[in-house]
């Protein structure tokens, strides 16, 4: 899950309206903006964006609602054979989450937090003193057990908060932990969609608007990150990868940037006695 933090009036999509009860600009953990449950798939060397839903706030689906709906998006054919690992964050370790990926016999990894009751009344918090990593443990509300272990995360502020993770599959208590790490890659993503493709700079002032602003980002998302698999060898420099999309896929577009800039710079040229002139190439 992400927020995309507005400031700004939004009427229509901050204010109920006779058509649209439901604004969509709501505040959640102190964030006011619009609010996605993103579904990212990770499939060999390819990372794709896969859904997203809009959580509309209080009276409508959950983000573990919406986020059983994401998982239900996923085609067969592409998990058939496979071994499929849910990985989320604390938001998500509901009960009707659990069940949902134990009821596709995939397998998932999320965090918890560390009042959560266990079924003899302890708090998981309590494990870190009494218990081990890796064990096994009975989450209150569940009636399968879960392995569980924890490890201390650096905050920007150098401080350490202890994080807890736990997997429906009895993964050892230190690999638990690499692959509750895993989890970062994605706030990378969201960090990357943001940043360098604009997710977040919406201006529209409608839902349609915002939707196709939204998806227009994920596609550049997923152009640039096809264009970076298909150049030998594959490495990763967004700034780069975003340059040569441009002038593979949209090379006109390249070209009228070029067009504009020379333009803009004639004067230059001119005060160095030069003159820039382009004419076609004889055929």
């Given at each position: ?9 939004f ?92 009821a ?22 309590q ?40 997997s ?75 340059d040569?999309?441009?002038?593979v ?23 160095h ?8 190439i004889?055929?």
């Open positions: 899950m992400t927020t995309l933090e507005k400031s700004g009036k009427l229509h999509l901050s204010n109920p309206t006779q058509n649209e009860p439901d604004p969509w600009v709501r505040i959640l953990n102190g964030k006011r903006g619009l609010h996605l449950v993103v579904l990212y798939l990770v499939y060999g060397e390819w990372r794709v964006p896969w859904s997203f839903r809009v959580w509309r706030g209080k009276g409508y689906p959950s983000p573990s609602d919406l986020a059983c709906k994401l998982l239900g998006t996923v085609p067969k054919q592409l998990t058939q054979g496979k071994t499929v690992i849910v990985l989320a964050d604390t938001e998500f370790s509901t009960v009707k989450f659990f069940n949902t990926v134990r596709k016999t995939w397998r998932i990894v999320v965090g918890v937090r560390n009042n959560r009751k266990l079924q003899d009344g302890r708090t998981v918090k494990l870190y003193r009494h218990g081990k990593r890796g064990q096994q443990i009975l989450l209150e509300g569940l009636t399968q057990p879960l392995t569980i272990s924890w490890f201390w995360l650096k905050r920007a502020d150098s401080k350490r908060e202890l994080r807890f993770v736990v429906s599959h009895p993964y050892s208590g230190a690999y638990l932990v690499m692959l509750g790490r895993k989890r970062w890659a994605i706030e990378g993503f969201f960090k990357t969609i943001k940043h360098r493709f604009g997710l977040h700079c919406f201006g529209q002032s409608t839902k349609l608007g915002v939707y196709r602003w939204l998806i227009l980002s994920l596609l550049a998302y997923l152009l640039a990150h096809w264009i970076d698999q298909w150049s030998s060898p594959p490495v990763l420099d967004w700034k780069a990868t975003c040569l999309t441009l002038s896929l949209f090379p006109s577009v390249l070209w009228l940037k070029l067009l504009r800039y020379l333009q803009i710079s004639a004067d230059i040229a001119a005060r006695g030069f003159e820039i002139i382009l004419k076609p004889p055929t």
